[in-house]
Structures are given as structure tokens and as C-alpha cells.
């Protein structure tokens, strides 16, 4: 895909900002057309694809069809990271921007079982795994576009503006939906007024199309192609990224992988889980509890890029350990909270969760990006991030729902984010052993690294 250099006015200070922000605009819209999914799983999905005597059925049907797009994000991770390490960051966002964008305007056109039967839910889950496919082809170029651009020192920083699209996509799809819910009755609410808020995916184009003419590819991917080209005429070889990291560095993608799970559960038990749960066995209104989400969403506005900007001066590691921890101490405590019915309770329950994600999330662009090199590191960070969506936030929703029905109690949820945590927790500590051996033995004597660039 065709490279447009920067205008000729645009120092590089401005061009940098205007990479970093295209980047955060692309995770901001990419995750709002993945998130309203998430909130409909829990509203209305179940009654329009998946009719059913029983309500926990339906609900855990149309959660099912939530964790299909997880299942599929590896996938775009591997198809994106293989073409983006050969090809170029720009042309895998703009691609990844555009399928979502399609995708995610057709569930809001499509039939429901009543009708076109059967094939409803089956379109359904075809594009719900469109959306894995195309968010797992996002994150890597978005979170490379921002850190490959960023100054000296101040990676995290920048990686964190990409992160940001998390809270930017929850908050605005809770918005547009209490908004649909607000001015809608709540027949025409199930009957079409819920399709609304996926009408938005068409913007998506639009921003892939700015992305394609007006962004330059990254320096780091440039210089990494050239020299990667002149290797591959002295040996005569074509370069494969994945078949790279699948050979040399699989035990880095996994426990990368591991140290993230506990982080993407928690968030989607959080946005998603417990608006089921809250509505559905403790009677609370879905306005309200939408409106929690969103007041506790804003909270992350802050606390992503402070986090992200104290790992540029402490480490990755110190700081991505406090919010695991945290969350390994809090999991019982907020349930607890949740299960009293106040609406204050709740928010308190969910405040604190969120502050502790938002100290592991702030850093963890900069973090994965900062554990591969630049021929492979879109394939690398993608993997990992997108094993982690699998293993963690896929699964998270229905399992959430299975521990509830099979143990009557929600601690055993709270006991599920607990071992995630302490698999996070382990993983990180390998990962720094790692990193601690790789500087000791490319350096004799012992020198400080930069407290940015450390792992």
C-alpha cells in the first residue's frame, strides 16, 4: 500500500502527534464496534438469535457467540502480524479498520430468528467472528503506530494513547445505548432500536481511509525492512515472522499471554458479566447499571496514561505487577459489594477493580511491543495479546454465568479472578528473570538500564 509522506509544514513533533492520535482514534472505534456487541450479548441477543424457554440459556447462547470473536482474534493477530512484519503496520490497520467497520454495520441489518430462523444465528456468529478477526489485526498496528513513533523515553506514554480506545470504546457504546434505551420504549428498544448503535461502524471506514492517505509507515518498520531485504538477497530466503517467533520465542508469546489473562477476565466480567448478572439475578435496572459502567469507565482516562507514564520512569514490570496484585487482593472484596443490590456499592466494587486494570493496562502496549524486535514484533505483541484475549476475556462472560448457576454463589467467580492473578503474577516474574539474564549476558559488567526501556 502506497506510503504519504508527511505535508512539508508538518514538523516532526506534529507528525508524531498526528500518527499517535490516528492510532487512538483507530483502537477508540475499533473497540466500540467490538463492545456494543458485548452489551446486546447481555440485553437483547439472546431473546432475538437465540429464542429459548430458558432465559440462562439464551443468555449463555448469545455469550457463546460473544467468545467466537475472541477464538478468532489470534487469527487475525497471526495474518496481520505476518504481513504486517513484511509488509508494514499501515496497511494491516487500515485493513483490520475496514472489515470491522463492515462487519459490524451488517449485525446491525441482520434478521432475527423469528425472521429467517436458523440462519440468523449462523450469520451471526459469522460476523461476530469478523470482529475477532479484524480487532485482533488492530491492536498490533495501532499499539506499533503510536510506540514506533514515540520519542526517546516516553514509549509507554505513547502506547498507552492506544489503550485508551478500551475505555473511549465503553464509554461511547454505553452512551450511545442508554441513550437508544432513554428515547426508546422498551418494545421498540428489542424490537430495532437496539440495532442502532451498530450503524456507527460506518465511521470506521472513514478513519481507515484517513489512516491510508494521510499517515507515513513508521520509521522502526522501515529501517527493519531494509535491512531485513538486503539479508534476504545475501541468503536467497524469504523471512516468515511467525515461523520466527514459533521457533524462538513461544515462551515468551505464551507467558506474555499468561501475565495479561487476569487483566482481560476481570474487564469483561466487569463490562459485560456483570451487567448480566446485576440485571438478570439481582433485579437492578440496565440504565443504571449502564450508567455505573460508564461513570467508572471515565476513571481510566487518567489512570492509563498516569500508569503508562510512571512505567516510562520506573519500569514496565514494577508498575504492571502493582495492578495484578491489586486485582488478586480485590476480586472477593467486589463481589462482595456487587451482592448487596446498592447501585453505591456496586460503583465502589467496580471503581477499585478498575483503577487496578488500568495500572496493568496503562504499561502493557509498551511492555508487550518492548519484548520482540521490530522484524517480529507486530506477530509477537499480536499473539500474545490476542492468546490472552482467548484465554481470558473470551471465556470470562460464560464461565461467569456457569460458576454462578453451578456453585449459587458469585465468590466463585471472585475465586476465578483469583488464579488468573496468580498466573499473572507468576508470568511476570519469569519474564523479568528473562529480561534480567538477556542484559547480563550482553554486558559484562553490570550497567543500569534506562528505567523507560527496561522490561
Not at 134 to 162: H, K, N
Not at 222 to 250: G, I, N, W, Y
Not at 367 to 386: C, D, H, K, P, W
Not at 405 to 420: D, K
Request: charged share 15%; aromatic share 10%; proline share 5%.
Amino acid at each position: 500500500m502506497k506510503n504519504t509522506p508527511p505535508s512539508p509544514a508538518d514538523s516532526p513533533t506534529t507528525h508524531r502527534r498526528k500518527v499517535a492520535s490516528a492510532a487512538a482514534a483507530a483502537s477508540a472505534v475499533e473497540w466500540y464496534d467490538y463492545f456494543i456487541f458485548g452489551i446486546a450479548a447481555a440485553l437483547v441477543l439472546g431473546d432475538e438469535f437465540f429464542p429459548s424457554s430458558s432465559p440462562v440459556a439464551g443468555v449463555l447462547a448469545a455469550f457463546a457467540t460473544f467468545a467466537v470473536g475472541f477464538l478468532a482474534r489470534p487469527l487475525g493477530g497471526i495474518v496481520a502480524g505476518q504481513l504486517g512484519d513484511k509488509r508494514g503496520r499501515k496497511p494491516m490497520l487500515v485493513l483490520a479498520l475496514t472489515v470491522m467497520g463492515l462487519a459490524t454495520t451488517a449485525i446491525g441489518l441482520l434478521p432475527g430468528y423469528d425472521t429467517i430462523g436458523v440462519a440468523a444465528p449462523i450469520l451471526l456468529v459469522a460476523l461476530r467472528v469478523l470482529q475477532g478477526v479484524a480487532v485482533g489485526a488492530q491492536w498490533g498496528g495501532a499499539m506499533l503506530m503510536a510506540t514506533e513513533y514515540a520519542p526517546e523515553g516516553r514509549r509507554g506514554l505513547y502506547g498507552s494513547l492506544v489503550q485508551l480506545g478500551v475505555p473511549i470504546g465503553v464509554v461511547t457504546s454505553n452512551v450511545v445505548f442508554l441513550v437508544v434505551e432513554s428515547t426508546t420504549s422498551g418494545s421498540a428498544f428489542a424490537a430495532w432500536g437496539w440495532r442502532i448503535p451498530f450503524g456507527v461502524g460506518l465511521l470506521v471506514l472513514v478513519l481507515a481511509w484517513y489512516i491510508h492517505t494521510r499517515v507515513e509507515e513508521t520509521p522502526e518498520f522501515r529501517a527493519a525492512e531494509r535491512a531485513l531485504a538486503e539479508q534476504e538477497k545475501q541468503t536467497d530466503a524469504a523471512r516468515s515472522p511467525l515461523r520466527e517467533v514459533l521457533r524462538h520465542h513461544l515462551g515468551t508469546v505464551l507467558l506474555a499471554a499468561a501475565s495479561f489473562a487476569v487483566n482481560t477476565a476481570t474487564f469483561y466480567i466487569v463490562i459485560t458479566g456483570v451487567l448480566d448478572y446485576t440485571t438478570r439475578e439481582l433485579g437492578m435496572e440496565h440504565g443504571a447499571v449502564l450508567t455505573v459502567s460508564l461513570l467508572v469507565s471515565l476513571t481510566q482516562f487518567v489512570l492509563i496514561p498516569a500508569a503508562a507514564a510512571l512505567s516510562d520512569r520506573v519500569g514496565r514490570v514494577r508498575v504492571y505487577t502493582v495492578g495484578a496484585a491489586g486485582l488478586l487482593m480485590w476480586a472477593i472484596p467486589m463481589f462482595l459489594l456487587i451482592d448487596t443490590g446498592s447501585l453505591w456499592w456496586l460503583a465502589v466494587g467496580t471503581f477499585v477493580t478498575s483503577c487496578f486494570l488500568s495500572i496493568m493496562y496503562g504499561p502493557q502496549a509498551a511492555l508487550f511491543a518492548e519484548l520482540f524486535t521490530a522484524e517480529m514484533r507486530y506477530t509477537g505483541a499480536s499473539l500474545g495479546y490476542q492468546i490472552a484475549a482467548v484465554i481470558g476475556g473470551g471465556l470470562a462472560p460464560f464461565l461467569m454465568v456457569l460458576l454462578l448457576e453451578a456453585t449459587g454463589t458469585s465468590l466463585a467467580v471472585g475465586g476465578y479472578i483469583m488464579a488468573l492473578s496468580v498466573l499473572s503474577l507468576a508470568s511476570i516474574a519469569v519474564l523479568s528473570r528473562r529480561a534480567r539474564a538477556r542484559t547480563a549476558a550482553a554486558s559484562p559488567e553490570p550497567a543500569a538500564a534506562a528505567p523507560g526501556e527496561r522490561v
